[in-house]
Each structure stands twice: as C-alpha cells, then as structure tokens.
C-alpha cells in the first residue's frame, strides 16, 4: 500500500501562486509516476501534470508555462507550482502515484483562484 499526504492549497488571487505538495508512504516501487489531476464542480477529473521517477513530464495545455511539476525521489515527494493562477484553475487538487500497474490517490487539497 502507499499512503500520499498533500498540502499547500488554499485561497489566492488570480494571478497569484500557490505550491502544492504530495509525499509518498509505504510500499514505494522505485519505477513509479508521481503527478496532479483536478476536477472542478461539475466537471470530470483531469490531468494536470505527471513526472516519471526518470523526470519525464507531461502537462495539460491548459497549464503549461504556467504549472511546474517536480520531484525529490530520495523523499518520495512531488511538488507542483502553480504560477499565473486564473479563476478557472479553481478546483480540488489530487495527488496520484502509479507503480506495478497501480494506481494510488491522495484526499484531494482545495485550490480557489479569485477574480
């Protein structure tokens, strides 16, 4: 089993940044894909951004130039920073781990982009 524990979202002005977390527990497969989706009210989950234990990277359009995502393999961590925030990034955040064919899902971290 792994266990992901998020933090840092919150309330930001559009515009603003904000710099989410995600650290990994448990039965860590050292080949792994750590990453972000999010869905808003109403809509479907989506991808935000993914990053292989290699530091291969994949970003939704929407995100990119403006999303970061990286990660500390030797802690198990991924980090996503948001930067240029828009009310329409408004949405619950969610950590995801993908191993041995798995796949492992954070409790989800609230991001509200003010206009």
């Known amino acids: 089993q792994v266990q992901l524990v998020e933090s840092g979202g919150g309330l930001v002005q559009a515009g603003g940044s904000l710099r989410l977390s995600c650290a990994a527990s448990?039965?860590?497969?050292?080949?792994?894909?750590m990453g972000w989706y999010r869905q808003a009210p109403g809509e479907k989950r989506e991808l935000v951004a993914t990053i292989t234990s290699g530091g291969s990277t994949n970003y939704a359009d929407s995100v990119k130039g403006r999303f970061t995502i990286s990660r500390d393999n030797a802690k198990n961590t991924v980090y996503l920073q948001m930067n240029s925030l828009k009310p329409e990034d408004t949405a619950v955040y969610s950590c995801y781990f993908k191993a041995i064919g798995r796949d492992y899902w954070g409790q989800g971290t609230q991001v509200t982009v003010s206009s």
């Open positions: 448990g039965s860590i497969f050292s080949t792994n894909v």
